[in-house]
């Protein structure tokens, strides 16, 4: 045998027979380099053992064993961590010695080993973990684990021991555990907190790339994590087809499915995707938001107030004010855009009852709006918030039935306001949202002749409107998709 030490454990396996002396040398062999590199390494393993240089000591022994595989060399690398306390380590190393070189040991070795194994296994412990997400980097005692080691039960020494984990999107934990020998498979659960939204690109070419906000993320597919409730911008591309882009914003702890969906593949050349590992190429300049554009609109007003005298009760047909017109403008940049309306509406109202002597009027209102606007709008790609402010000039014709001949006509100016939500697909365009108008009326006041001259004297200098709006057209700032 080669000079094979054994160990006389004791009941608590602290103390050995082997821990009061040395490590032994190999026993002479051919004399041949690989040997002599062994008893090289062997020998000073041996001597830093003696000086308590455990890691030291087993490097060499390892070294030894590598060069001359022997029970000796693999007995004294347990023994060396036992020396550093890497009792599962030394444990394991005991159980290859018994597998490989069983056959030298006598009767007695082998049941030292077997006795040995078995208090070294009373200095461990196993632990099941269980990490959130799975895909989180875990860390013990300064140790990266691979998801594989840490899916199985792990073999750890008694006394503390560091576990930390972090993920993209979560906030990363650290925890000290305590572990006392003897325990199998104590559960130990660490789940990160979410502080992030993720968002899940696909693609229907393998050969495109992914950017997220400008920067390049990966081929094909991609998962990830973003800044949550805020909008970032996903983008795919590769040469000779149009790139795929879309805004998006995502809550935190949710994951947001993208398909990005490329066109024209079939008339686009051949993709000059390189290998794999190659550096992706650059995200494209974002696509301006901005450009001409064209709507026509809808819009159905109700006054609050009569423009007769306020003693002429609306009882017939009519009341709302129905306005069909034309914007086109230019939108400046993602939030802004100016515009030129020129609207034209008309009420018409039959039977409406003068109170204070029943007689019966009928009455049209029309109106023809002309001014700048001014669209203030947020950055979503597709659906947008849009507040609209305008004003200029609006040109008024009433008329008062057939007694009374006279028309009243005249301009005066108007402002209006406009809430609502804007969306977009490809180049189409269109609004929906909530209007107020106030005309002015001065121009209406006294307009009539006497006797007539007291319908419209009560007006007063405005006149509002409230209603809904809606507006279809084109703009050249095509959405992503």
Not at 138 to 152: F, I, K, M, Q, T
Not at 262 to 282: F, I
Not at 399 to 409: F, G, I, L, W
Request: glycine share 10%; proline share 6%.
């Amino acid at each position: 045998m080669l000079g094979l030490v054994l160990l006389a454990w004791s009941a608590l396996g602290v103390t050995a027979a082997l821990a009061q002396r040395a490590p032994t040398d190999v026993e002479p062999a051919t004399p041949d380099a690989a040997t002599l590199e062994a008893r090289r390494h062997f020998k000073t393993g041996t001597k830093l053992y003696r000086d308590g240089n455990y890691a030291g000591a087993l490097a060499e022994f390892e070294e030894a064993y590598r060069l001359k595989p022997s029970a000796g060399s693999l007995q004294n690398v347990a023994l060396s961590q036992k020396g550093l306390f890497r009792y599962g380590e030394a444990a394991a190393t005991l159980e290859l010695l018994s597998s490989r070189h069983g056959a030298e040991l006598t009767d007695g070795e082998r049941q030292a080993v077997e006795t040995a194994i078995a208090e070294l296994k009373g200095l461990v412990a196993s632990i099941k973990l269980r990490i959130v997400p799975e895909g989180a980097r875990v860390v013990l005692d300064g140790r990266v684990l691979s998801p594989g080691e840490w899916a199985a039960p792990l073999v750890l020494n008694v006394g503390e021991h560091t576990l930390s984990a972090e993920a993209p999107g979560y906030a990363a934990e650290k925890r000290v555990l305590r572990v006392a020998g003897g325990r199998r498979e104590v559960p130990v659960v660490l789940e990160l907190r979410c502080t992030a939204g993720f968002v899940d690109v696909t693609c229907n070419d393998p050969t495109a790339y992914i950017a997220i906000d400008g920067v390049p993320k990966a081929r094909r597919a991609y998962r990830g994590a973003v800044e949550p409730d805020t909008d970032h911008l996903v983008q795919v591309y590769r040469d000779g087809v149009e790139t795929f882009e879309q805004t998006f914003q995502v809550g935190v702890c949710k994951t947001l499915a993208i398909r990005a969906e490329l066109e024209g593949l079939d008339l686009a050349p051949p993709s000059d995707a390189t290998h794999p590992d190659a550096p992706l190429p650059a995200a494209p300049p974002q696509r301006a938001q901005r450009g001409f554009f064209g709507l026509l609109s809808l819009d159905l007003l109700g006054l609050s107030k009569q423009p007769l005298a306020p003693n002429v009760s609306n009882e017939g047909s009519g009341g709302r004010l129905a306005v069909v017109g034309l914007r086109a403008g230019y939108r400046l940049s993602t939030p802004i855009a100016l515009a030129l309306r020129l609207d034209a509406g008309a009420l018409s109202v039959e039977g409406a009852t003068e109170t204070a002597n029943g007689q019966k009027r009928d009455y049209a209102l029309t109106s023809i709006h002309f001014g700048p606007d001014l669209k203030l709008m947020t950055t979503g790609d597709k659906l947008r918030f849009v507040t609209t402010l305008g004003a200029g000039i609006v040109h008024h014709r009433l008329s008062v039935s057939k007694e009374v001949p006279d028309d009243v006509r005249g301009v005066d100016p108007y402002v209006s306001l406009e809430l609502g939500l804007g969306f977009n697909y490809r180049q189409f365009l269109g609004e929906i949202g909530l209007i107020a108008v106030i005309d002015g009326s001065a121009a209406l006041q006294n307009g009539f002749s006497p006797p007539n001259a007291d319908l419209t004297k009560d007006l007063g200098t405005t006149l509002p409107m409230f209603g809904l709006g809606l507006r279809g057209g084109f703009s050249q700032w095509r959405s992503g998709r």
